[in-house]
Every structure is written in structure tokens, then in C-alpha cells.
């Protein structure tokens, strides 16, 4: 025995004390649920936004062209189709097109009336639907898009699925001059105000 080592003593513990095993087990386990175990407060809730959608916008792209299909006045709705070559960049700098004719005042050279004679103009109220299908583009499939999700599928029975018809639109423009705080919304893909959205949806403005 050296003289630095103490002599056994009855009753007296030897080791680390039990006290400092536990806390050492539970710090430990606290450090592997931080550190291991994804935190739920990174995890993005379902359905409560849109995935999101590179978009480079590419200021030296050709202006895309676009005809009128439908007209649909009774629901302030216009189908309009693209080339199906049409980039996502150039139906995004078409929308910004669209949204600045209204700013000047000059969307009615472009487009259709949806509101003729409204004290707010010709497009106080607009749904314009992009497609770059002109099968798409049809009333019936216009007006389940304009309906909702929601809508009873037996309202427009021989038309496409909503679910269908809204993965075809490539963009989305909706004008409500009512709504002064928010009049213009543009978006790639498509959502219904309940929030139900297509797989390339990404709102624009």
C-alpha cells in the first residue's frame, strides 16, 4: 500500500457516486434525442405551403404567344394557351406582362373583356387560366377550375377531374380590384382559395 492510497473503511463507498451515474445516463440521452432525433419543429406541416419550384427567370427569352380559347363571362374567365415548348421563365414574364398592361391600362389590347361596363373597368374581376393544351382550355374544364376542389363533381359532369385539369395550367392570374389591398395574384401551377394546389404551383406576386 503506498502512501498516497487510503485504507479500505468499512462502510465508506467506493466509486463514483450513484447520484453522478444517473445524471450522467441522462445527459447523455438528452444529447442523443438532440442531437440524433430530427426536432418536429423543422418538419414542414402537410399542405400548408407549395413545394417549391426553381425558377430562373431569363431576361434574354422571346415573349411567349398566346391566343384566346375561352371567354367565359358569366364566371369573369379566360382560357388562354401557349406553345407547348413554353418555359416555365416565360409563362412567369408573361404574367408580369399581363399584370403590368392592367397597371397601365392597357390590358383590353391584349385580352377580352371579363367585367364590360363595371364602373372599375373591363377587368375588375378576371380568372385567366394559362394552358399550354387547348383541350384544356375548354369551358366545362375552365368552370371546374373556377369552382373549387370542393364543388360537386356531378355540377359539370363531362368535364375533366378538377384534380386532372388542374395539373394542365401552367399559370394562374386572378384580378379583384375589390380587393384593394391585394388585386393582382399570379402564380405558376395553380391553387383554389382553399388552398388545394398543383405540383408546380409557386405563387409569382
Known sequence: MTKNQEPYEEGKRAGAHPLLVVFGILIGLWLFVALIVPSSRNKQATGTEGPTVSVIEDPEAAPVMFQVQTTILDMNTLGLVVPS?????????????LKQARLDGTLGEQL???????????????????????????ADTIRTLAQGAHAPGTLYPNAVPFETAMEQVRGHYRIDLNDTGSPDNGSLGFADESGIHSKRYKRIF
Open 112 to 138: 377580352p373583356s371579363t367585367t364590360p361596363g363595371h364602373k372599375l373597368g373591363d377587368h375588375a374581376i378576371a380568372d385567366i387560366f394559362i394552358f399550354s393544351d387547348k383541350h384544356y382550355a375548354e
Open 85 to 97: 415548348q413554353a418555359t416555365d421563365s416565360q409563362i412567369v414574364a408573361l404574367l408580369k406582362r
